[in-house]
């Protein structure tokens, strides 16, 4: 009898659950969950540009990196800096190789290779500099140094504090081996450049700027 009730039971369920699936509460779908950082950032570049932009993608990939980036990574090396000798004068030549070096600042160092101090772009004035003008009235002594193992966190923290734009990047025996600036870190680790805006000291022209 048991085995009779339960095959009759069986047919009748089986008859039955199509008719009553539209009555079941919809299945819950168990959210993906990355199971380590390459995974999340797996889900990161698949997700459509209409949830999140390739920008913001970049900075939240840059954002995941930073306790690994030190400022060797940011640095502008040495070999790719535009370096003045103490005794240099400011002839066209060198003006030609400043500007072409695509910095804005430039180290001058001595017979040793110690850096004594640096020479804003902005402080050129080409139309005032003869060829005979010594680089030491432009010269900038004021100097800030980090370590190429410095963290992000560091080097923001020397920024602060100094209130520079800029540091020398020195190895443990204070040989010049680059040079970083807050500019380059927001642009390599943010994808975040400066606009074209020059008038921050002019309140008009900030209050009535265009966004």
């Not at 990196?65 to 060797?72: G, N, S, Y």
């Not at 502008?76 to 370096?83: F, G, I, N, V």
């Not at 680089?135 to 520079?164: A, C, M, N």
């Not at 190895?171 to 400066?194: C, I, N, Q, W, Y």
Request: glycine fraction near 4%; hydrophobic fraction near 40%.
């Amino acid at each position: 009898m048991a085995p009779l009730f339960y095959k009759m039971m069986t047919k009748i369920v089986r008859s039955l659950d199509p008719k009553l699936e539209r009555f079941r509460p919809p299945k819950r779908s168990v959210p993906y969950v990355p199971k380590n950082r390459r995974d999340f950032e797996g889900v990161l570049n698949r997700s459509s540009d209409a949830i999140i932009s390739e920008q913001q993608k970049y900075i939240v990939a840059a954002l995941l990196r930073l306790d690994k980036i030190r400022a060797k990574d940011l640095m502008l090396p040495k070999s790719k800096l535009a370096l003045l000798k103490e005794d240099e004068k400011l002839s066209m030549f060198t003006l030609d190789r400043l500007s072409k070096s695509g910095t804005n600042i430039f180290p001058v160092v001595n017979k040793e290779g110690q850096v004594l101090g640096v020479i804003h772009q902005e402080d050129i004035d080409i139309a005032r500099v003869s060829e005979d003008d010594n680089i030491s009235p432009y010269l900038d002594e004021k100097l800030y140094y980090v370590r190429p193992d410095y963290t992000i966190e560091q080097l923001f923290s020397v920024f602060l504090r100094t209130g520079q734009g800029y540091a020398i990047v020195i190895d443990e025996k204070m040989h010049l081996v680059g040079a970083v600036s807050l500019e380059r870190l927001f642009s390599m680790v943010f994808d975040v450049t400066p606009d074209d805006f020059c008038e921050d000291s002019d309140i008009w022209s900030v209050a009535n700027r265009k966004l």
